[in-house]
């Protein structure tokens, strides 16, 4: 057996060892001839997977070490009799960690309280439903936005976009589908924006094509949005500087490089390429983890409590070191721009999820406040 992997899966060498030939490669160094004469196929989101890379290959098993699928033409795969996993929920925690460290550092910095404030949570989710916890145990009133849901469920709790017009936050996480009922190509645009609150925050972590980058470098302009955090761009890995320069915080779509995240999308699909080829390896992620780095943290007595727990946050997860990583790509030439952004996903450093600190001492009166923050592991 003959497989093709990405580079940039970690531990995929050692997980993979024994199983055959392999072929290890950046996604964007791949290049359709690589496609020709294997028969498995481990990806990233990364590099698209259709017609141009398969025709005439024997593949017989394809994946994405990813949740998002739409770098790769699912129904060509399928009219292909191939085989396609991707790795469902691997990263939910860790893009909930991220929304939950942008809102503190957010309210932090601009100097507001989140108790009261509302959010609207478009796509709920395995992301949305642990942002909506999260936000919730912040004080923050939350609306759940997931029409398929809802007509799956006929669950209340999914409720009609306009009811969410008025929140003061709003955060995609639905998948980019560019066409049909549940259209979300383009969702935030000129149209959207004009309903909106004034002065809403706009967090998008799902795709970046799900706003119209003009759409929201206007919002930004004219006051609609107060504020936009941003980690997908439209057309990545080129991104729209003006967007870079008006975002409040800008990262280059690491919301889910958690490593935690990577290893379980890892496990999801080296598991799933034996379980097609009948083959009995199966890894655990158990055996890839790296122990907990931070053991404990205390919850400061003195500030806000957004400020408090920001600190807190940055004790594990700094956003704002990826925002200033990414910053840097507007000192430099145009043609330079893509592959810095390349390269700072590719050597992203290692990242926890919050849940692996053992001990976190809060005072009393805000124990609920660090619980959501610090949610015990899944
Ligand atoms: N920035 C990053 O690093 C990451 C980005 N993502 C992106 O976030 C998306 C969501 O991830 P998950 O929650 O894990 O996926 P999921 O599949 O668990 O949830 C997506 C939800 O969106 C809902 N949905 C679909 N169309 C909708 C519409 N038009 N309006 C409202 N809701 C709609 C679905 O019914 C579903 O419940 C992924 O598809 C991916 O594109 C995911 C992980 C990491
Ligand atoms: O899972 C998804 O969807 C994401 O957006 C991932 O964070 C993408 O990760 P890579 O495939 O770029 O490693």
């Known amino acids: 057996m003959k497989i093709l992997a990405d580079k940039h899966i970690p531990f995929i060498e050692k997980a993979i060892e024994g199983l055959g030939e392999t072929v290890i490669k950046h996604g964007s160094d791949m290049s359709p001839s690589d496609f020709k004469d294997i028969d498995a196929y481990l990806g990233r989101s990364v590099r698209k997977l259709g017609a141009e890379e398969l025709t005439g290959s024997r593949v017989q098993f394809t994946s994405t070490a990813s949740v998002g699928t739409d770098h790769a033409d699912t129904d060509y795969l399928e009219s292909q009799g191939i085989a396609f996993a991707s790795a469902?929920?691997?990263?939910a925690v860790s893009v909930a960690d991220y929304v939950t460290a942008a809102i503190l550092n957010l309210a932090c910095r601009r100097g507001f309280s989140l108790k009261g404030k509302s959010i609207g949570i478009i796509g709920a989710g395995n992301v949305g439903s642990r942002a909506a916890k999260r936000c919730e145990g912040l004080g923050m009133d939350v609306v759940l936005?997931?029409?398929p849901l809802k007509r799956t469920t006929g669950e209340e709790k999914y409720r009609p976009i306009h009811e969410m017009l008025g929140c003061d936050f709003i955060s995609f996480h639905t998948p980019l589908i560019r066409s049909g009922i549940d259209k979300t190509l383009h969702y935030f645009n000129a149209d959207f924006a004009s309903k909106i609150r004034p002065g809403a925050v706009l967090i998008n972590t799902s795709r970046g094509a799900v706003a119209d980058t003009q759409a929201v470098i206007k919002a930004l302009d004219s006051g609609r949005l107060s504020d936009?955090?941003?980690?997908?761009?439209?057309?990545?890995?080129k991104i729209s500087a003006p967007l870079l320069e008006k975002a409040f915080i800008a990262t280059p779509h690491i919301a889910g490089h958690a490593i935690e995240a990577k290893i379980r999308a890892m496990r999801m699909v080296v598991n799933a390429m034996c379980e097609h080829f009948q083959i009995p390896k199966r890894v655990d992620e158990k055996d890839f983890l790296p122990p907990p780095e931070v053991e404990k943290i205390e919850i400061g007595k003195s500030g806000s409590v957004e400020c408090r727990l920001?600190?807190?946050?940055?004790?594990?997860?700094?956003?704002?070191?990826d925002d200033s990583s990414l910053?840097?790509?507007?000192s430099m030439q145009h043609p330079q721009r893509p592959d810095f952004f390349d390269s700072l996903r590719k050597n992203y450093p290692v990242r926890r999820e919050l849940s692996t600190v053992k001990q976190v001492v809060c005072p009393k009166e805000i124990e609920p406040l660090c619980k959501a923050v610090f949610p015990p592991a899944e």
């Open 310 to 321: 920001n600190e807190a946050v940055k004790n594990i997860y700094n956003i704002e070191k």
């Open 228 to 237: 936009a955090v941003i980690d997908v761009w439209e057309g990545e890995p």
């Open 327 to 330: 910053r840097k790509i507007l």
């Open 88 to 91: 469902a929920g691997c990263n």
């Open 145 to 147: 936005n997931d029409p």
